[in-house]
């Protein structure tokens, strides 16, 4: 992203990125939290760009912070700071975001121990296993929309206006679709059709035209570093904890978190 990030800053900038993305779906204290955060990280990427602007902070080129603080519209003129700096947590938030699915890797990893051999003798790829703890796991369970003119779909009417949900969740274990839903089996994606429309963990449709996101094949890169780092690099222990899940929390987490002890790194 071109953001730097000093050692001391760490702690807090994550709790104010979590926040940003746990806070939308909350009321109350949690979601009062979230309009602080927001407004501090906001001025924290504000300042930065006056920097970058200024020549006293020199991001590398193509990266978020670079490209957005030097982009022109229209009419050649650079864009208000407040926008640069939404923009660029536009990027950072969701980046953050994916931790939630690095949680559920590494579980799947434990959950599944005959799956990761697969993993680990090549029987099963990579993506697959990401596909399949995107499928199974929950996350954000729906997107939510408003009708913008009526419509009929299958027999079913939008009148405009109207607040409407997409099952993400159920749509990604819709026995219709998928075979076992509720088993963990990433060889299903071997022979999956790729349509956009069934397997929704990060919306549907098209990525121009739909309601797709922009970040999914940097979330699958992602994530299969991390398959690579927990089933090569690094050696661990899972000790007994609460690992169940509720599928009313929006991100759904174990009550646990997932807390690994005896970590180091293979030679
Ligand atoms: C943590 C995993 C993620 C989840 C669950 C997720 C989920 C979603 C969903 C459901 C949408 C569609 C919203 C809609 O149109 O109704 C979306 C859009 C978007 N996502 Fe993600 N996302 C994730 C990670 C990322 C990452 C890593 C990036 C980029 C660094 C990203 C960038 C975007 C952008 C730019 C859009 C808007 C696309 C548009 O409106 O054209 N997302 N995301």
Request: charge should be negative; hydrophobic fraction near 35%; glycine fraction near 6%.
């Amino acid at each position: 992203s071109g953001v730097p990030l000093a050692k001391e800053e760490v702690g807090k900038r994550t709790e104010e990125m979590r926040l940003l993305f746990e806070s939308g779906t909350s009321l109350g204290p949690t979601y009062l939290q979230g309009r602080k955060a927001r407004s501090s990280a906001e001025a924290w990427i504000r300042q930065m760009v006056k920097e970058v602007r200024s020549n006293r902070l020199l991001p590398n080129e193509h990266t978020a912070l670079y490209e957005f603080s030097w982009h022109r519209d229209e009419s050649g003129e650079l864009l208000p700071e407040d926008v640069v700096a939404v923009e660029v947590l536009n990027i950072l938030r969701p980046t953050v975001a994916i931790s939630v699915y690095v949680l559920f890797t590494v579980l799947a990893l434990h959950q599944f121990p005959d799956v990761k051999e697969q993993v680990e003798r090549g029987e099963v790829s990579k993506t697959e296993f990401v596909q399949e703890v995107r499928r199974f796991y929950p996350f954000f369970p729906v997107a939510a929309a408003r009708v913008k003119t009526d419509f009929e779909w299958d027999g079913y009417v939008f009148p405009e206006g109207t607040l409407t949900l997409l099952d993400l969740y159920g749509t990604n274990h819709d026995s219709s679709i998928w075979t076992e839903p509720d088993r963990f089996d990433p060889s299903r994606f071997k022979d999956w059709n790729e349509s956009p429309f069934n397997f929704i963990p990060q919306g549907g449709g098209d990525v121009d035209f739909g309601h797709r996101c922009a970040g999914e094949h940097v979330t699958i890169a992602i994530l299969g570093q991390v398959i690579e780092l927990f089933t090569k690099e690094y050696a661990y222990t899972v000790p007994p904890q609460d690992l169940s899940y509720s599928f009313v929390d929006m991100p759904s987490l174990p009550k646990s978190k997932l807390r690994l002890t005896h970590l180091t790194r293979n030679q």
